[in-house]
């Protein structure tokens, strides 16, 4: 059990929390909206002490191409604006799209 409080206090001792005004969630979601990502969706964790991050943000696209295009400018333009590299990529497998 002691391997997972070191886990739940980890934020509170780290880097500083984002919220919906910070740089980078304003750059992911500009650069979605660059590539016409539809309904974005920015989910607030920050009250979730297990969670990865402090937000997730999602959106719809209509074509494999098109999600890679979103993927590809969201990492190109967090790091070049933020400095920041990505911790997780999703959906590169799959490249999903969704039905309707």
Known sequence: MEQLS???NR???GA???TKASKIIKTIIAAIQEKKGKNIISLDLR???EAVA???IVCEASSQPQIRAI???VDDR???KCGEKPFHHEGYNNLQVGVD
Request: proline content about 0%; aromatic content about 10%; glycine content about 0%.
């Open 6 to 8: 070191v886990l739940t």
């Open 47 to 49: 009250k979730i002490n």
């Open 11 to 13: 934020k509170k001792k």
């Open 71 to 73: 993927a590809d400018n």
């Open 78 to 80: 967090v790091r070049d």
């Open 54 to 56: 402090d937000f997730f």
């Open 16 to 18: 500083a929390r984002l």
